[in-house]
């Protein structure tokens, strides 16, 4: 069971935009912010998006991040079939004083 | 460009000690700019963190492993090293390695990962 609870599966056809939420409580996304990972398959996870809305040098800007209160969202606009992946979002938790992941949603581009 | 390397036997018995190496290339394991930590993933499930440490020797574990878990590092290598103590077959899973480029403290991202090691616990 994750700390953060996010869709198992979400789906969308290529240059359609997906959103995948995140939901967490006060102790990590309510007073912390959050990062996203994509995970091709097979391989190790990549940092996408950090501190809710930044995207690391190389990412696309088809992705996006955000915030509200306890709850995230990744967004991802134009969506191509190499974004078929895993999607993790993460976040510290200050009790028990570490980062917590949320279970991963799988993208699948139809 | 940082790159990470793990290492370390593909096979554990249950109730043995797990011990892997990430070895550093692109960057010294000394500088203060980096947290340098373990992350694993059990067979078609998500990331568990394990826990992070600093140059200066500071650590940080998930609590559900602290009492079993060890990182340290071996700068004459430029490695740090993993040590879990009396894994079961639960713990089968890929291990990564990972680094977090220091800007406000371990809640920082992991920017950075290894490809990941395979490790079977069975006997």
């Known amino acids: 069971q994750s700390v953060l609870t996010q869709p198992p599966s979400a789906s969308g056809t290529p240059g359609q935009r997906v959103t995948i939420s995140c939901s967490g409580s006060s102790s990590n996304i309510g007073s912390n912010t959050v990062n996203w990972y994509q995970q091709l398959p097979g391989t190790a996870p990549k940092l996408l998006i950090y501190s809710n809305t930044q995207r690391p040098s190389g990412v696309p800007d088809r992705f996006s991040g955000s915030k509200s209160g306890t709850s995230a969202s990744l967004a991802i606009s134009g969506l191509q079939s190499e974004d078929e992946a895993d999607y993790y979002c993460?976040?510290?938790?200050?009790?028990?004083?570490?980062?917590?992941f949320g279970g991963g949603t799988k993208l699948t581009v139809l | 460009q940082l790159q990470l390397q793990e290492s370390g036997p593909g096979l554990v018995k249950p109730s043995e000690t797990l011990s892997l190496t990430c070895t550093v290339s692109g960057g010294s394991i000394s500088s203060s700019s980096y947290y340098w930590g373990w992350i694993r993933q059990p067979p078609g499930k998500g990331l568990e963190w394990i826990g992070s440490?600093?140059?200066?020797?500071?650590?940080y574990y998930n609590p559900s492993l602290k009492s079993r878990v060890t990182i340290s590092v071996d700068t004459s290598k430029n490695q740090f090293s993993l040590k879990l103590s009396s894994v079961t077959a639960a713990e089968t899973a890929v291990y990564y390695c990972?680094?977090?480029?220091?800007?406000?403290?371990?809640?920082?991202?992991?920017?950075?990962w290894g490809q990941g090691t395979m490790v079977t616990v069975s006997s």
């Open positions: 440490m600093f140059y200066s020797g500071s650590t």
């Open positions: 993460a976040a510290w938790d200050d009790s028990p004083n570490g980062p917590v």
């Open positions: 990972g680094s977090q480029t220091y800007t406000y403290g371990p809640q920082d991202p992991f920017d950075i």
